[in-house]
């Protein structure tokens, strides 16, 4: 039996008076996690660290590679700001070095690979974005360049000899592509290795991730087994869906909700969500005790529970009084049928031309086909007037406001 493997699994009987704190860390730790591996691991962790007054190391490896946080990624987020309240340290590993490499996590093809430039600019963004959530304090900011970049090709034979090909292709991605004839760049084998790495070099305790980071994360406990090191728990958190409730919330699909975007913006954004996804945007979005949720979804109109839902998370991310006024605000808007507040302004190219054209320089549909669509459907209203004839040209004056459906636009040219 291996070193690490001792480590492990020797409970050390001096703990037992900790376990019971511990387990009411757990208990809090445990909402809206989709897997621990292993629950008794890391409780036992906990009770170490309470005794030896030792705050675990929390890791969570982020690739520069999109610097606008939204709801979706805050939810890992909020799961280190937990740990952070617990008493334990949070380091974010910024990997400027892989990135260079890209995480081939749920990829079909090889991933483009980023310049140094972009990845300086993004990860830039997201140290400013991070402390929206986490505790600076009790956060520590490292690129995994310091210790990757240093490594000549001894070193990357050495690391490749710890590992073997048949379980890397025992990821869903690789193994797809492999059996479908698609590419697979070398390089692509590297990078769990590298994520990996990071946790020898950072003798990281937990390692955070979404449940797609699962083979990643334990690529990180087999090579600390084999460095000696106490192999990491891993926490992996449910990947939240988007405002259209079947997919990933993501910026380039427009199903997202961004924590730095405007109070009303957001609760508008979230009024949208179908009513199926209410109660795990509670469990994973807020602190909200689920029990009352239940009750609410139980006995309370749904439009009421998302408004509810859209004013809690407002509070967390801006305050109390932004939220009530983005409430006030949407209900003025929608029950009286009222111009709201505050409508976006885009510059229109010519003061005179067709409808449909307007409505796509306008943002409000994608291309041509989807705004001759909402035109004959009657969903296009210009100054208060309902225009329904997709060859129709407008002249505009300039400040006249456009709505599509609940979206408005003022017009400038």
């Not at 009750?295 to 839902?309: H, S, Y």
């Not at 983005?326 to 505050?342: F, K, N, T, Y």
Request: neutral net charge.
């Amino acid at each position: 039996m291996s070193q690490a493997e001792n480590v492990e699994q020797v409970v050390d009987p001096q703990a037992d008076q900790f376990l019971e704190a511990a387990e009411e860390q757990m208990r809090k730790l445990r909402r809206g996690v989709a897997e621990i591996i292993s629950d008794q691991e890391l409780k036992r962790k906990i009770a170490r660290s309470l005794r030896e007054q030792k705050p675990l190391r929390i890791k969570l490896g982020l690739d520069p590679t999109a610097p606008h946080i939204h709801l979706g990624f805050a939810v890992v987020l909020r799961k280190l700001r937990q740990f952070q309240d617990l008493g334990h340290r949070v380091t974010i590993l910024i990997g400027d070095f892989t990135a260079r490499v890209g995480d081939p996590t749920g990829r079909s093809q090889t991933r483009k690979v980023l310049s140094v430039e972009e990845i300086k600019a993004n990860a830039n963004t997201y140290r400013q974005q991070l402390s929206a959530i986490l505790d600076p304090q009790k956060t520590e900011v490292v690129f995994n360049s310091q210790w990757l970049e240093k490594m000549d090709f001894n070193d990357v034979i050495a690391l490749c000899a710890r590992y073997t090909v048949a379980r890397i292709l025992e990821r869903d991605d690789f193994s797809r592509r492999f059996q479908e004839g698609i590419p697979i760049g070398v390089h692509e084998f590297l990078y769990p290795l590298m994520q990996g790495w990071d946790s020898v070099q950072l003798h990281s305790d937990v390692e955070m991730g979404g449940t797609d980071q699962k083979f990643n994360n334990l690529v990180g406990r087999e090579l600390q087994r084999e460095m000696g090191q106490e192999p990491q728990s891993v926490v992996l958190m449910p990947i939240l869906e988007g405002l259209d409730g079947v997919q990933k919330m993501s910026k380039s699909l427009g199903n997202y909700v961004g924590i730095t975007e405007s109070p009303q913006e957001m609760f508008n954004k979230l009024m949208s969500l179908p009513d199926h996804m209410i109660r795990r945007y509670f469990e994973l979005c807020t602190d909200v005790d689920l029990e009352e949720v239940d009750r609410k979804l139980a006995t309370q109109n749904p439009r009421d529970t998302k408004r509810w839902l859209a004013r809690e998370i407002i509070t967390i991310y801006h305050s109390a009084a932004q939220a009530e006024q983005a409430d006030s605000e949407w209900l003025r808007v929608v029950s009286q049928g009222e111009v709201p507040a505050e409508i976006p302004t885009v510059k229109i190219s010519t003061p005179q031309l067709n409808i449909v054209e307007l409505v796509v320089q306008a943002g409000l549909a994608p291309s041509k086909r989807e705004a001759r669509r909402s035109v004959t459907q009657g969903a296009v209203v210009l100054e208060g007037q309902t225009l329904q004839d997709p060859t129709l040209t407008v002249e505009l004056k300039g400040g006249e406001t456009l709505k599509l459906g609940k979206k408005w636009r003022r017009l400038e040219v």
